[in-house]
Nanobody, 121 residues
Framework: QVQLVESGGGLVQAGGSLRLSCAAS????????MGWHRQAPGKQREWVAT???????TYVDSVKGRFTISRDNAKNTVYLQMSSLKAEDTAVYYC???????????????WGQGIQVTVSS
């Protein structure tokens, strides 16, 4: 079993910044992609950003230039630095990780429980 625990959410004014963290623990041999999704009230969950094990990053267009994803492989942790926040960034943010429990084992997609980010305008 793999557990992902998010932290760092909260309430911030428009134009402000927040840094989300997500630490993975449990039966982990390796972690491939890590990243974030979000779900705003009344909307479908959307992908936000991904970082590969080699550090390659991709972002949804709406956050490019404002959000930065990074990871610390030694800590099995992924971060999302959010700047120039807008009211439309208000959502529950979910981290994910593609993990393997053994060298030749299957990959599984694991999710955090979600953390609220609220941007006041």
């Amino acid at each position: 079993q793999v557990q992902l625990v998010e932290s760092g959410g909260g309430l911030v004014q428009a134009g402000g910044s927040l840094r989300l963290s997500c630490a993975a623990s449990g039966n982990i041999f390796s972690i491939n992609d890590m990243g974030w999704h979000r779900q705003a009230p009344g909307k479908q969950r959307e992908w936000v950003a991904t970082i590969s094990s080699s550090g390659r990053t991709t972002y949804v267009d709406s956050v490019k230039g404002r959000f930065t994803i990074s990871r610390d492989n030694a800590k099995n942790t992924v971060y999302l630095q959010m700047s120039s926040l807008k009211a439309e960034d208000t959502a529950v943010y979910y981290c994910f990780a593609v993990t393997q429990s053994a060298r030749l084992g299957p990959s599984t997609l694991d999710w955090g429980q979600g953390i609220q980010v609220t941007v006041s305008s």
